[in-house]
């Protein structure tokens, strides 16, 4: 298992944010991202969070 994570925090702003992927490599060698299926970038959690 591998995690991943990036943020951002904007001190001016008090505004943080932070993304996580838990990643493992199957028996194949193959890298599966266990949250790909979620938003990821700015836009995608935006409509995330507005129900869109």
């Given at each position: ?40 970038t ?11």
């Amino acid at each position: 298992m591998i995690r991943a994570t990036t943020g951002i925090y904007i001190p001016e702003e008090k505004l943080g944010a932070r993304v996580e992927d838990t990643l493992y490599v199957d028996a194949n060698g193959k890298l599966i991202n266990l949250g790909g299926a979620l938003p990821h970038t700015a836009d995608e959690v935006e409509r995330a969070i507005a129900g869109k």
